[in-house]
């Protein structure tokens, strides 16, 4: 088991590849090193130490797949930032509920999405904001609330732009941000996922470094992961199979994240034919999605060899097409939750067809699994519906 924070699997991963893509967004032209992705980390990681950031706070992330997101999610990991993720569908009163019961400190967020708009939401959620100056926040609701950072060109006098917190950070030193990130141990809490709510309130699921970096390493490994990798990513960053299953498990292979900002079926087809991406994560919805788009046949997608479907049941006929249409013969299913950091089990590359669709795999190593009885709490034998505990 990998015994390292978040931070220096980074720096690790960009002193080996320091050459490799990290992170390519197909419709912005943006293509990032991991020479360069590291640089974009520390001068972010060094922004937030001179915000005021220190180590165990709680910072909210409020976009759609951006790349200022995976940069965040890396520099809050190197100050010991507590990153919370926000449900891009979040409406007022879930936004409110997660700021209080997170203890947030800092809410980055961009203008909005679909019909929602975030800037107009956060003044509903905070008024106090709308006289308050960048960084003096005080909320009689939010007391733990300090500052807004605003993703996007727009102004906002009431907010740090992401640019200015790039700035700010000039005044801290490559020692100083070395220091921070020399004080964490890898069982501190680094990120805060907020379940579905399905029996209740949301609930804030607390993962440590060591829980999501291990994660992430065994799921890359039943992929066959390499740093040759490329990977698309549609599925958003605020959930584990975003933030864990893709950006995480890329860097601690060094292999390549090209993420789609907002799922489109066609944005998706056109950056796999473009950067030759060998994987693809996604739920069996926008797989189908995919297949169905009426100029599928116009892609070469001859590059994929592999990926993850999790999520909901694949019927036999679409997983069929997605590993001969698709050419991801290797195609992974995986099952587990947020609380799990997040996957349990996980088919295997090889396994038959039927096993992909019938099962959900076998445990990942260093995890034991069994089946009870949700009333007794007794074990049951093969084959008998039950409760999976792990």
């Known amino acids: 088991m990998i015994e390292k ?8 991963t960009a002193s080996k590849y320091p050459n490799n893509d990290a992170l390519v967004y197909v419709d912005r032209g943006l293509r990032y090193s991991y020479r360069d992705f590291k640089k974009a980390v520390d001068d972010l990681a060094k922004g937030l130490i001179k915000l005021g950031i220190k180590k165990g706070d709680h910072i909210s992330i409020w976009a759609y797949n951006v ?81 807004v950072v605003f993703i996007g060109k727009e102004h906002h006098p009431r907010m740090f732009s992401f640019d200015e917190l790039i700035n700010i950070g000039k005044e801290i030193t490559d020692e100083e941000l070395q220091k921070r990130q020399n004080s964490l141990h890898f069982n501190d809490v680094i990120n805060m996922q907020y379940t579905s709510g399905t029996t209740g309130f949301p609930k ?41 299953l893709s950006t995480l498990n890329c860097v601690v292979y060094g292999a390549t994240m090209v993420p789609i900002e907002i799922f489109d079926p066609l944005k998706v087809l056109q950056a796999v034919e473009k950067e030759k991406c060998t994987a693809l994560n996604g739920v069996p919805t926008m797989f189908i999605a995919e297949l169905q788009h ?27 097409q997605v590993m001969e249409k698709m050419h991801a013969k290797e195609i992974t299913i995986a099952y587990g939750l947020t609380e799990a950091s997040p996957v349990l089990t996980m088919t295997k590359r ?41």
């Open 5 to 12: 924070t978040i931070g220096d699997i980074l720096d690790e």
């Open 67 to 147: 790349p200022e997101w995976v940069i965040l999610q890396f520099a809050s990991a190197k100050v010991g930032a507590v990153l919370v993720t926000v449900n891009t569908y979040y409406k007022a009163h879930e936004l409110e509920y997660l700021l209080k019961q997170s203890d947030s400190t800092t809410i980055f967020l961009v203008g909005g999405f679909k019909d929602v708009n975030y800037v107009d939401t956060l003044y509903k959620v905070v008024p106090e904001l709308k006289e308050s100056s960048p960084g003096s926040l005080k909320s009689e609701k939010l007391p733990f609330l300090k500052n």
């Open 204 to 244: 804030g699921v607390m993962l440590t470094h060591y829980n999501i970096v291990n994660n992430a390493y065994w799921v890359g490994n039943y992929m066959g992961f390499t740093n040759k990798d490329r990977l698309c990513i549609p599925v958003p960053f605020f959930h584990c199979f975003g933030c864990v």
């Open 294 to 320: 009426p100029d599928f046949d116009k892609f070469d997608l001859s590059s994929l060899r592999t990926g993850i479907m999790a999520g909901a049941p694949c019927p036999e006929e679409i997983m069929r």
């Open 350 to 390: 090889d396994d038959p067809i039927e096993k992909r669709v019938e099962t959900v795999g076998k445990a990942l190593p260093h995890i034991d699994v069994k089946i009870v009885d949700p009333e007794t709490g007794e074990d049951l034998p093969p084959e008998t519906p039950g409760e999976l505990i792990a």
